[in-house]
């Protein structure tokens, strides 16, 4: 068994924390893509702020199902493929969300994703500190695994 191999993601505590922020950043991945099918279904014409929440549809089916996936299996011990898929999905969702909003918000003078509105943090500004607190702490796993194999080959 390799170094960490059995090292879980943390506390009870930390695990139901980063499973209720999957599954919230999973909802709210589902919710943008459900306004898209149904606006688009219904032939309804959504106005610029709520419109600027369906900007990506395919993407956020993806990461409805990837974090849906990473919140089942957060509480068991780590393997390599969770480490990989957690941190991408993570810092890839964050990275997307922040330059969405910085296009969105300078191609409409504010008035899509202003930080004057709930749904730019529901949608954007809560997803992004989740995401990025839990790729953090896959990346500090990560990390302490790559030490710990490097001073057992040094051994």
Known sequence: MTAGQDERFGSPLAI??????????????????????FSLAGGVAL???????TFMPIP????????????????????????????IAGLLHA????????IFNG??????LGFDRLSTY??????VVICLAFSG?????????WQATRRMRAA
Do not use: M, N
């Not at 919710?31 to 898209?36: C, H, I, K, M, P």
């Not at 106005?47 to 929440?53: D, G, Q, R, T």
């Open 122 to 127: 529901l949608h954007v500004a809560l997803p």
């Open 137 to 145: 702490r896959l990346c500090q796993i990560a990390w302490r695994r």
């Open 95 to 102: 990275a997307t969300l922040v330059s969405y909003t910085i």
């Open 47 to 53: 106005e610029v702020p709520e419109a600027s929440l």
């Open 107 to 112: 191609w409409t003078g504010g008035e899509a």
């Open 16 to 37: 139901w924390a980063a499973r209720g922020g999957l599954v919230f950043c999973a909802g709210a991945a589902l919710w943008r893509a459900s306004l898209y099918v």
């Open 60 to 87: 956020d089916v993806l990461f409805t199902v990837v974090f849906l996936i990473l919140a089942a299996t957060v509480g068991r011990p780590i393997k390599e493929w969770f480490l990989e898929a957690g941190i």
